[in-house]
């Protein structure tokens, strides 16, 4: 049976050959992220991390989409509290990313329908990436008035700093074959063929040793230069909390509660 973590917004299950199953579980919103995601994702590292012989972690979500970015409603609650608050929900966030981005084992994220904002983080954190032919993305941040500052590395490393300025600059959406393309997927299936290409992934990986596979991983991110630096990785925290506390952010997310264009755009 799936441990169920922060309060239900995780389901994390493994089985008997070693392959852990991060399940997103907010389907109502999505899966969009908020405080008990993050909180379950991190308890969910936490748990993998202990655990003996595990080889390879899945994510996925529930519902129609992989994951929404974050909860606006959520952004909006934690946007009127203290500065200390908004540090707090960026550097938890921000670690949850960083976690999954180092993690000793194989990750491999499987994406149906929208994975917007965060969610690309996610996946550029993931050492694999399956999307479904229906699959669509966006760095969004900006158009709620919000910045992508503590998953910029990891796009980044992911899809190289030529399409960031573009597709973090616009926000706009690209299909499964223009993330293909750019690099933060690697392989467009059916909507029907995603468990299917999984196995045989996970079937390649489960026939290397799992201390060299282990090894190769930290050793080609180390060459990359893909570890973030302790006052790099502080300095983003501040400006992504510093970023939701702003005027502009305040208009982004009325324009979206509102359901109208943001001030910024000419009239």
């Given at each position: 049976m799936a441990?169920?973590?922060g309060n239900g917004a995780i389901l994390c299950d493994i089985d008997r050959r070693g392959v852990?199953?991060?399940?997103f579980n907010r389907p109502a919103v999505n899966n969009a992220y908020n405080g008990d995601f993050i909180d379950g994702l991190l308890q969910a590292l936490d748990l993998l991390?202990?655990?003996?012989g595990l080889r390879c972690v899945l994510l996925r979500g529930?519902?129609?989409h992989f994951q929404a970015g974050a909860d606006l409603t959520w952004i909006r609650a934690v946007s009127g509290g203290s500065v200390a608050d908004n540090e707090s929900a960026s550097r938890r966030t921000a670690e949850a990313v960083r976690r999954l981005d180092a993690a000793e084992v194989p990750?491999?994220?499987?994406?149906?329908?929208?994975?917007?904002g965060g969610g690309t983080g996610i996946v550029a954190a993931c050492d694999m990436v399956i999307a479904s032919d229906?699959?669509?993305f966006s760095i969004s941040e900006t158009r709620w008035g919000l910045m992508a500052g503590i998953i910029l590395p990891q796009l980044v490393q992911a899809i190289g700093l030529r399409q960031v300025r573009r597709y973090a600059l616009t926000g706009e959406r690209f299909d499964a074959q223009e993330a293909r393309r750019i690099g933060l997927v690697h392989e467009v299936v059916s909507t029907d063929?995603?468990?299917?290409?999984?196995?045989?992934i996970l079937d390649q990986i489960l026939m290397n040793a799992p201390l060299a596979t282990a090894q190769t991983k930290h050793t080609a991110r180390a060459a990359a230069g893909a570890e973030i630096a302790g006052w790099t990785f502080d300095a983003l925290v501040r400006e992504h909390a510093a970023k939701r506390r702003s005027a502009e952010a305040?208009?982004?997310?009325d324009s979206f509660r509102e359901r109208r264009k943001p001030r910024w755009y000419p009239a």
């Open positions: 441990d169920s973590l852990a199953t991060v399940t991390g202990a655990q003996q529930n519902g129609r990750t491999i994220a499987l994406v149906h329908g929208g994975c917007f229906d699959a669509v063929g995603l468990d299917a290409a999984a196995a045989r305040a208009e982004g997310l």
